[in-house]
């Protein structure tokens, strides 16, 4: 019931900089835990990064320290800013509720982020 679409993936040179966002549309009465994934070629889907009602946030530990996630609730958008890039941050990165990522439910169409050496 929740429409997602994902914008800001690109082309960029390794040490470089993206901000993925997540916008949000229809049945978004509550807060719901938020997620960043990604899916490189011939891998699974894992995630990167998510963050809570609260504003708490987690990352997986390829990416800490590198990437912050955060969510602008009054405009129902995530955001994921994406700092000195590597090549293995090449994927299509996905934004989902974790709820519904758990369901393998409700995917997007993701954007491409490519990271070239």
């Known amino acids: 019931q929740v429409q997602l679409v994902e914008s800001g993936g690109g082309l960029v040179q390794a040490g470089g900089f993206l901000r993925l966002s997540c916008a949000a549309s229809?049945?978004?009465?509550?807060?719901?835990?938020m997620g960043w994934y990604r899916q490189a070629p011939g891998k699974q889907r894992e995630l990167v990064a998510h963050?809570?009602?609260?504003?708490?946030?987690n990352y997986a530990d390829s990416v800490k320290g590198r990437f912050t996630i955060s969510r602008d609730v009054a405009k129902n958008t995530v955001y994921l800013q994406m700092n000195s890039l590597k090549p293995e941050d090449t994927a299509v990165y996905y934004c989902?509720?974790?709820?519904?990522?758990?369901?393998?439910?409700?995917w997007g169409q993701g954007t491409q982020v490519t990271v070239s050496s």
């Open positions: 989902n509720r974790v709820s519904d990522a758990r369901r393998s439910y409700n």
């Open positions: 229809g049945s978004t009465f509550r807060f719901n835990t």
């Open positions: 963050i809570n009602s609260g504003g708490s946030t």
